[in-house]
């Protein structure tokens, strides 16, 4: 048991460590994309540090919920991977630890992190997303700084348009003047044109100073009475002119109280409550339209109309037709109107009524799908781990390579999965529940799955088992690659390799003689024979024992016969399975059963050419030991 907590200690170190960075790295990601969305609301604002200060201090509460399941996934994806990179897995799993034990330490670390998740969004989030869109809308408010940019028109200052053609910036003065004055409506625009000028903030920072020199004045007189009709327009010069223009650059938070009724700014409990008094006034007013309605129904029952286009009031008879037919040409078209009229206003209602319903449901469904966000989130943490750690113990990658890319593709596939959910359920496509636990429920299978498959030491993402299997399902050889070695033990002895090379052209001539492998073999005879061809077995167990012995040889002329030795596939060219049954199953099934039949025929000349070549080769060699090579 002291073995075992001073492993856990080590096991929870690593995590930890890996943990930290990788979730401060999330969460400066995900800022820095938040920032992006609101860019425009910071910039040029002139706004102070404290400001700034707050906005992403409230923004980054806001959003360590998000960073959470992405750090866990990425530093438990980092941890098992540096274990299995540097073989401590596999001396923990040769110690007689399973995975699932290994993993335990850390199961109750990312317990604790989905509970403080939960935390975060039940607790702090609220207040912070109060807090944040509070400052948000206040800083959409506050003018902008002054900076008036030269060759173009600024309209940042309410009601005035003003256009500059250079400025110096060190004292302030404006050249070419152009500004067009709004105060009084656009029909009334006032034209002002200076040789310069120069704009100044007051001291109390609430009005701006503009002061113009050696300019012109144009005002539209158009609307006046009196002489508006012999003098369209007033015109005016001047030496100086001064003019205060409102425009208060005073930061001043609004009144939070807007995000009261706003699902995120809620508790689970309050969104409870909410949700429960949302549906009764939902079911209520929708109960209300439901009998007016029937009243409706029933009022346009009570005036039956049969066959003959005839309306039944009480006991009297009136023949709606005659009475339109009757009437003049006006009162036609005035029935036709009101009767329009009628239909237009009574389909306006209802639509008014319906957008009223759903609207109501729309913010009922957006409390729901909050309510679940906390859950579902949390839980992301507890799910990203049991894909992690699996997964780092399958790839046996550590480092910010394999594992970044691993972790960016997951969560991206599951941020499309919650993301879908999540608008379907609150758009009423789905149902709620289903729609926001849809991640969960994939993502939980997902890592199920994969801590079954590291837990019995699959290969089922090991990129070495894959590259062997479409070697196989392709027909692509293996080559062999010798290189000389820089420290020899066992150099290679003549005798012993001609000893070799002699069996094995023996055995090779010996395997053609009896098998003709240039011939059609027997379709049946193929896929009912059991066993594996002990010759070709034999023959390859040699042929690895002279590669073997080849390779530690200094002589490079001897290393390339080496490496040109060929790489046998010894069963191959026999049946497709070492079953019999499957061999004869996939007999009957013609076209997979032909398919095996061509393949067995590829690999018997491939067999064919392997021997001759291997004699070939052995030739050479006693060649070269003749000459003293080896």
């Known amino acids: 048991m002291p073995i075992i907590k001073k492993l856990d200690k080590f096991i929870i170190k690593s995590f930890l460590l890996l943990f930290c960075a990788t979730f401060f790295i999330c969460l400066f990601i995900f800022m820095m994309q938040f920032l992006w969305k609101y860019v425009d609301e910071l910039v040029g604002k002139g706004l102070a540090m404290t400001v700034l ?30 274990f299995g990179e540097r ?72 009601k005035y348009n003003l256009y500059i053609k250079s400025k110096d910036r060190k004292t302030g003065m404006m050249r070419e003047v152009m500004i067009y004055d709004f105060t009084n409506g656009f029909e009334n625009a006032h034209i002002i044109v200076a040789d310069s000028g120069k704009l100044e903030m007051t001291a109390d920072k609430k009005f701006l100073k503009l002061t113009l020199y ?74 209300a339209y439901f009998v007016e309605s029937l009243d409706r129904l029933q009022f346009y029952k009570a005036k039956q109309v049969d066959s003959d286009d005839k309306a039944y009031y009480g006991t009297a008879v009136v023949n709606v037709d005659s009475i339109y037919d009757n009437s003049s040409l006006p009162d036609k078209k005035k029935y036709l109107d009101i009767s329009k009229r009628n ?9 008014f009524r319906s957008y009223t319903l759903d609207e109501k449901d729309y913010q009922v469904r957006k409390h729901q799908t909050e309510w679940y966000r906390k859950i579902t989130l949390s839980l992301a943490c507890i799910i990203f781990f049991f894909i ?25 596939f599951y941020y499309i999965i919650d993301n879908t959910g999540y608008k379907m359920a609150r758009d009423g496509n789905w149902n709620v529940t289903f729609g926001m636990c849809l991640s969960s429920f994939i993502l939980a299978a997902l890592g199920a799955f994969l801590t079954y498959k590291a837990n019995k030491d ?53 395997y053609l003689a009896t098998h003709k492998l240039k011939r059609l073999p027997s379709y049946i005879r193929l896929f009912t024979a059991s066993g594996t061809d002990k010759q070709i077995n034999d023959i390859n167990t040699l042929l690895e024992e002279l590669a073997e012995t080849l390779s530690n040889s200094r002589n490079l002329i001897v290393l390339s016969h080496a490496s040109a030795l060929p790489v046998m596939a010894v069963n191959a060219h026999l049946g497709p399975f070492k079953d019999r049954r499957l061999n004869i199953a996939s007999a009957i099934i013609v076209p997979v059963g032909l398919w095996f039949y061509f393949r067995s025929l590829i690999f018997r000349g491939r067999l064919y050419n392997d021997l001759n070549k291997i004699t070939d080769i052995c030739d050479q060699l006693e060649t070269n030991i003749t000459n003293g090579d080896i």
């Not at 001064?242 to 930061?251: K, V």
């Open 53 to 82: 200060a707050q906005f992403f201090f409230y923004s980054a509460l806001t959003l360590v919920p998000s960073s959470l399941p992405l750090a866990v996934l990425l530093a438990s994806l980092m941890t098992f991977g540096n």
């Open 87 to 158: 073989y401590e897995l596999l001396a923990m799993k040769a110690a007689g630890i399973p995975l699932t034990r290994i993993m335990m330490p850390l199961i109750v670390v990312s317990v604790l992190l989905a509970g403080t998740s939960f935390y975060f969004q039940n607790v702090i989030a609220p207040h912070a997303s109060v807090k944040l869109w509070t400052l948000i809308v206040s800083m959409r408010e506050k003018s902008p700084e002054l900076d008036i940019p030269e060759g173009v028109f600024y309209d940042q200052i309410d």
């Open 214 to 287: 050696n300019g012109e004045q144009f005002e539209n007189l158009q609307n006046q009475t009196g002489l508006s009709r012999n003098v369209p327009y007033r015109r005016e010069s001047f030496d100086r002119k001064e003019t205060l223009i409102e425009f208060n650059s005073d930061f001043s938070m609004v009144d939070g109280s807007f995000m009261s009724d706003q699902s995120m700014s809620k508790n689970m409990v309050q969104l409870s409550e909410d949700i429960d008094s949302m549906s009764v006034k939902s079911d209520s007013i929708g109960r």
């Open 343 to 351: 239909v237009s206003s009574t389909l306006s209602d209802w639509k």
């Open 388 to 412: 992690g750690s699996p997964l780092g113990a399958i790839i046996r990658k550590g480092g910010l390579g394999m594992p970044v890319v691993v972790s960016v593709v997951l969560f991206i």
């Open 458 to 510: 699959s290969t089922v993402l090991n990129a070495d088992a894959y590259k062997a299997f479409y070697r196989k399902l392709f027909l692509i050889r293996t080559k062999r690659h010798y290189i000389r070695k820089d420290v020899v033990i066992d150099n290679p002895v003549p005798a012993k390799v001609k000893e070799q090379c002699d069996k094995l052209r023996e055995m090779c001539a010996g």
